[in-house]
Structures are given as C-alpha cells and as structure tokens.
C-alpha cells in the first residue's frame, strides 16, 4: 500500500499570504496525484488531478507540482474561502490512498 | 447537472449490517465509476472501494475485504454500499463520489461528491 504523508498537519497564514502544502509518497506515483478541499460539514472537493491539472471551475490561484515521490499543492494568494482541509490522493495502484490531510487555518 | 443523492443516516448496533444508496442524475450512469469514502468524526478521508458501473469490476480495501460489497442498480442508475458486522470504529460519514474520467476503468480520481450518510454504531 502506498502511503501519503502531508506536512505541515496545521499551516497558519492570513489572507494574501502564499500557502505550500507538501505530499510525500512512500513510492514513486508518477505524476498520479490528486489534490481535494475540504470545509467543515461538506464533501471533498476536487482541486488538482494528474499532479498539476486543475479541475474545472477551480481558481488559478490554485496550483499542483510535483513528480515521483514529492508533490506541492500551492496556493498563491490566500483569500477567506481558502481556509480549510486539503487532502492528496494516489490512483497509480490499489487500494487508492489519502494522506492525512493538511489544515490551512486563519492566523 | 451532476447529481449524487445519498440514502440518510442510519444507527446500527454493532454486528449488524448496513446498506447505503448513492442515486446518480444528469450522466450517463455506466460512463463512470463510483467509489466509496468513509470519515471518522475528526479523522481524515479512507478510501473504501470502487465499481466500474459499467462491467461491475470491483476493487476493495483490504482492511475492509469481507466485509464491504459495492453494487449497481444500471437500470435505477444507482449504486450501493453494503457493510457487515458492523463495530464502533465504523461509525463514520460514508460518501460516494464519481470518477472524473469516462471509460470502465475510469481514472480514479473523484469529482462530483455525494454529500455523505452518517452512520453511527452504538448499543
């Protein structure tokens, strides 16, 4: 089973700020990775696919690296609605797997 | 539009079964895949299973293999969950989320959610 690691488990920023997210893999996915939002009381929401595609209707404030075993979540300019859980994601081989999730919270 | 309308919550005691419905609207319904995603209260996102809604090829988390079968109604274009012997630890939201990409093997990765069906496990 490949397993995910997120760092930091807590990022605290204010509004504006520059937000990187971190997702390590225990071994190499390629580019097969996904990046998900999550607000208190709602579904996941699909950011990110194949490391740096962005879904559709998703922000370009958003963005996705990353290859191998490292991979960035970036958020470049923080606004109010970004404040939440984001969660990676692997499709490169069963069982499919999330990390355990990075809070970016209000500073 | 894309719709997932998920079954309500539900109380089992534990050792019992429970079986959720995920009803899917505004595609074609054997276009996609579904898969199964389960969070603990304060925990993270896991992973529990998914269906090709178009050959019924399944794929199971092995802590849960035994326990979980996920099926498809193509006809009522909805898709199921069923868990057994249910214990504490299982209680949890349960969602269903369709995969991104057309085709039987689908892609694996989710874009439309339900919004989850919690299921608590208490004697």
């Known amino acids: 089973e490949i397993v995910l690691t997120q760092s930091p488990a807590t990022l605290s920023l204010s509004p504006g700020e520059r937000a990187t997210l971190s997702c390590r893999a225990s071994q190499s996915i390629s580019n097969y990775l996904a990046w998900y939002q999550q607000k208190p009381g709602q579904a996941p929401r699909l950011l990110i696919y194949d490391a740096s595609k962005r879904a559709t209707g998703i922000p370009a404030r958003f963005s996705g690296s990353g290859s191998g075993t490292d991979f960035t979540l970036t958020i470049s300019s923080l606004e109010p609605e970004d404040f939440a859980v984001y969660y990676c994601q692997q499709r490169s081989s069963w069982p499919l797997t999330f990390g355990g999730g990075t809070k970016v919270e209000i500073k | 539009q894309v719709q997932l309308v998920q079954s309500g919550g539900e109380v089992r005691e534990p050792g019992a079964s429970v079986k959720l419905s995920c009803k899917a609207s505004?595609?074609?319904?054997?276009?996609?895949?579904i898969t199964w995603v389960r969070q603990a209260p304060g925990q993270g996102l896991e992973w529990m299973a998914w269906i090709s809604t178009y050959n019924g090829k399944t794929h199971y988390a092995q802590k849960l293999q035994g326990r979980v079968t996920v099926t498809t109604d193509t006809s009522a274009t909805t898709a199921y969950m069923e868990l057994r012997s249910l214990r504490s630890d299982d209680s949890a939201v349960y969602f269903c989320a369709r995969d991104l990409f057309w085709g039987a093997d689908g892609g694996y990765v989710f874009d439309y959610w339900g919004p989850g069906a919690l299921v608590t496990v208490s004697s």
């Open positions: 505004g595609y074609t319904f054997t276009g996609y895949g």
